[in-house]
């Protein structure tokens, strides 16, 4: 039997800015990557989407990024593994006493943007990252790029992770995703995605934008909240899993 968690990134709003469709997409989703205020999200839209989760039965998630609101955590900064590390234990605090304080844990860490694009590429970052997951609680599961430097780092100090997959991102032949802003980066066709998540969770692999068929390795699958149509997506990704037998699960370490 085939089991996947589906995750989408959540609570990105802050003040008067509304972004996302998180009360429709979180009636379809195992996992909720929650933002922690740096890339987006404020205390009260934290607060507001702890509930949300906490009301359809949605496992928790810190979703830390680099402090960039104006670009929405998406442009690459040059950053130490220190700061990193402060980065990401600061915001995982944040959600977690959010958590706490609405009688929920959290389940797991999935850094946001550039800082996760970063990270699947560099050893030293993916390292500082994963060690400060671990400082917090050796139980959270950090998600990652399947087969990334971000999952050996977790792999390589005992930390648990996810090799996440993306529904709605095409992919590079060596297994990372297609920046964005160019052609193809992202899937707007719905049967696209889902031949894609297809091919991914039962198969093990996906095809590049060259053409290549890349091994990958499918614990949690991503739908970003704030695509176009995100919701439409996110059901009719779980109803193609669910006919296809595939379990909608949360992660949990091992």
Known sequence: MKTIDFNSDVGESFGVYQGGQDAQIMPHISSANIACGFHSGDPATLRK???LAKSHGVALGAHPGLPDLQGFGRRTMAITPQEAYDMVVYQVGAMLGVALSQGMTLAHVKA???L???AAKSREL??????AVKDINPNLVLFGLASSELTR???EIGLPVAHEVFADRSYQADGTLTP???EGAMITDVNQSIEQVM???CDGRVKSRQGDWVSVQADTLCIHGDQPGAAAFA??????LEQEGVVIRACTAQ
């Open 126 to 131: 993916s390292l500082a990252i994963s060690q």
């Open 49 to 51: 989407t702890v509930a």
């Open 180 to 182: 964005r802003g160019k």
């Open 153 to 155: 780092a977790c792999e």
């Open 235 to 240: 059901q009719q990704i779980r109803a193609a």
């Open 199 to 201: 091919s991914m969770v």
């Open 112 to 114: 946001h943007g550039a």
């Open 116 to 118: 996760y694009n970063m």
